[in-house]
């Protein structure tokens, strides 16, 4: 028996994938890059942006002629195209999908083809008995071993409800997952050759909050550093509400987790910003940010920026290309704003900028920050910095520095998983090159 499985989205969509095969493998299936061969099928969808939507309508209608060819075959959709809510609708439209499965959960799927013998992989003695947190268990059979960095969600949904965010509506409220299942999972990831642990929530920085005394990131972070064998700590998705100065002192003080922070903008127009419900100031921040670059020298900072927003005028659109060019920062993630059926903008606000426009000021944005960058990578001519290499790329081997910068080296050596000191030789506004130091691993 096979499985294949079809990932679109973000980091919290790939770990989910990654637990959907290691339990299907537990039960005896094997993985197949050919779909045609599969007895079973997995779509993970993504619905933040509506060409993500597009293209799972596109793939899921594609996968009809397969069922009607083979009757047996078993189609699970799975994420937020499906959602945590009803989707009645979706079976109507789609009456051969077998199985229909919410964000982060397999239990459906699983329940199906276990006949009801296992329901659910949250039930905690359910996981004890059939996934156990096996270190043998935690990814599909193809990943062990193989895998440098790997994604532990931590925060399952959303409370804060941004009003251009479909993500509170389809993967439900706010979900902290114990400590105890976060740290096991981490040792088993270690244990299976993992280096790097990136750790995901829609909101990461409220990790605990929903939990009467329950540890926060910080806490979680110190648990996480102190596993044998993980080199490297990262999180994501941070906001500027939540990120506060014990996150801050966590970061500057515990050598594994890495000097670079997911902290999203959105806009630079505080009335703009009060439309999208974020809650801060384009002065609280740039404090923030401020803050950050006294206490945490050399930290790099990636934001999110939406443009196009409903009433965003162009003075309004040009305070945010101002906070851009004056903070400087070392990734700007671009969008252009889209409706998203059932949000609060959708329903409340007009679409008012034409897509002409948006794209005009995405362009702007775009062009802007290339500059930026480049800037940011050339202070790095010349420098020493440790790189964790993940994988060969045209002859080339790939890592990343502390700070998330791309770099590649040309080495006749196995690179995968280890940390080595590089000099860096070129740089340019995406990647940098670099020359291979000394073969022998950098100490933490």
């Given at each position: 028996?096979?499985?294949?499985i079809?990932?679109?989205?973000c980091?919290?969509?790939?770990a989910?994938?990654?637990?959907?095969?290691?339990?299907?493998?537990h039960?005896g299936y094997?993985?197949?890059?050919?779909?045609?061969?599969?007895?079973?099928?997995?779509?993970?969808?993504?619905?933040?942006?509506?060409?993500?939507?597009?293209?799972?309508?596109?793939?899921?209608?594609?996968?009809?002629?397969?069922k009607?060819?083979?009757?047996?075959?078993?189609?699970?959709?799975?994420?937020?195209?499906?959602?945590?809510?009803g989707?009645?609708?979706?079976?109507?439209?789609?009456?051969?999908v077998?199985?229909f499965?919410?964000?982060?959960?397999p239990?459906?799927?699983?329940?199906?083809?276990t006949?009801?013998?296992?329901?659910?992989?949250?039930?905690?003695?359910?996981?004890?008995?059939f996934?156990a947190?096996?270190?043998?268990?935690i990814?599909p059979?193809?990943?062990?071993?193989?895998?440098?960095s790997?994604?532990?969600?931590?925060?399952?949904?959303c409370?804060?409800?941004?009003?251009?965010?479909?993500?509170?509506?389809?993967?439900?409220?706010?979900?902290?997952?114990?400590?105890?299942?976060?740290?096991?999972?981490?040792?088993?990831?270690?244990?299976?050759?993992?280096?790097?642990?990136t750790?995901?929530?829609?909101?990461?920085?409220?990790?605990?909050?929903?939990?009467?005394?329950?540890?926060n990131?910080?806490a979680?972070?110190?648990?996480?550093?102190?596993?044998?064998?993980?080199?490297?700590?990262?999180?994501?998705?941070?906001?500027?509400?939540?990120?506060?100065?014990?996150?801050?002192?966590?970061?500057?003080?515990?050598?594994?987790?890495?000097?670079?922070?997911e902290?999203p903008?959105?806009?630079?127009?505080?009335?703009?910003?009060?439309?999208?419900?974020?809650?801060?100031?384009?002065q609280?921040?740039?404090?923030?940010?401020a803050?950050i670059?006294a206490?945490?020298?050399g930290c790099?900072?990636?934001?999110?920026?939406?443009?196009?927003?409903?009433?965003e005028?162009?003075?309004q659109f040009?305070?945010?290309?101002?906070?851009?060019a004056?903070?400087?920062?070392?990734?700007?993630?671009?969008?252009?704003?889209s409706?998203r059926?059932g949000?609060?903008?959708?329903?409340r606000?007009?679409?008012d900028?034409?897509?002409?426009e948006?794209?005009?000021?995405?362009?702007l944005?775009?062009?802007?920050?290339?500059?930026?960058v480049?800037e940011i990578?050339?202070?790095?001519?010349?420098q020493?910095?440790?790189?964790?290499?993940?994988?060969?790329?045209?002859?080339?081997?790939?890592?990343?520095?502390?700070?998330?910068?791309?770099?590649?080296?040309?080495?006749?050596?196995?690179?995968?998983?280890?940390?080595?000191?590089?000099?860096?030789?070129?740089?340019?506004?995406?990647?940098?090159?670099?020359?291979?130091?000394?073969?022998?691993?950098i100490?933490l």
């Amino acid at each position: 028996m096979k499985y294949h499985i079809w990932t679109e989205g973000c980091q919290m969509n790939v770990a989910d994938s990654q637990r959907v095969g290691s339990a299907l493998e537990h039960l005896g299936y094997s993985h197949t890059e050919q779909i045609e061969a599969a007895d079973v099928i997995v779509m993970n969808t993504c619905v933040v942006r509506q060409s993500a939507e597009d293209k799972a309508y596109g793939r899921l209608s594609s996968l009809k002629p397969l069922k009607q060819k083979n009757p047996k075959l078993i189609i699970n959709l799975m994420g937020c195209l499906v959602g945590v809510r009803g989707y009645e609708k979706l079976k109507a439209t789609f009456p051969y999908v077998d199985v229909f499965s919410p964000p982060s959960d397999p239990g459906p799927l699983i329940s199906l083809l276990t006949q009801g013998e296992i329901r659910s992989l949250e039930d905690a003695e359910t996981t004890r008995r059939f996934i156990a947190m096996d270190e043998e268990l935690i990814l599909p059979a193809a990943e062990r071993g193989n895998l440098v960095s790997a994604h532990v969600p931590i925060v399952y949904g959303c409370s804060h409800a941004c009003t251009f965010c479909i993500i509170p509506y389809k993967r439900g409220i706010e979900r902290s997952r114990p400590v105890g299942d976060i740290v096991s999972e981490v040792r088993a990831l270690a244990a299976q050759g993992v280096v790097e642990i990136t750790l995901l929530g829609q909101i990461v920085d409220r990790y605990g909050k929903d939990i009467p005394d329950g540890p926060n990131l910080a806490a979680l972070l110190k648990l996480v550093s102190a596993v044998d064998g993980i080199q490297r700590v990262r999180f994501l998705t941070s906001h500027p509400n939540y990120f506060g100065e014990e996150l801050i002192q966590a970061i500057a003080s515990l050598p594994k987790v890495m000097p670079h922070i997911e902290l999203p903008i959105q806009a630079g127009d505080d009335t703009v910003l009060k439309n999208m419900h974020r809650g801060y100031t384009q002065q609280d921040y740039r404090d923030i940010v401020a803050k950050i670059r006294a206490e945490i020298p050399g930290c790099s900072i990636a934001t999110d920026i939406i443009v196009g927003f409903p009433g965003e005028t162009e003075e309004q659109f040009m305070q945010t290309y101002q906070v851009l060019a004056d903070l400087k920062l070392d990734v700007a993630h671009l969008a252009r704003y889209s409706l998203r059926e059932g949000t609060v903008a959708t329903r409340r606000m007009q679409d008012d900028v034409s897509e002409e426009e948006k794209m005009r000021r995405f362009r702007l944005l775009e062009d802007l920050q290339e500059g930026i960058v480049a800037e940011i990578n050339a202070r790095s001519m010349g420098q020493t910095l440790p790189v964790l290499f993940e994988d060969k790329v045209k002859g080339r081997w790939r890592g990343r520095t502390p700070t998330n910068k791309l770099v590649f080296v040309e080495s006749d050596e196995n690179l995968k998983g280890r940390v080595l000191p590089v000099q860096i030789t070129w740089s340019g506004p995406w990647s940098m090159q670099a020359n291979l130091l000394n073969p022998v691993p950098i100490s933490l």
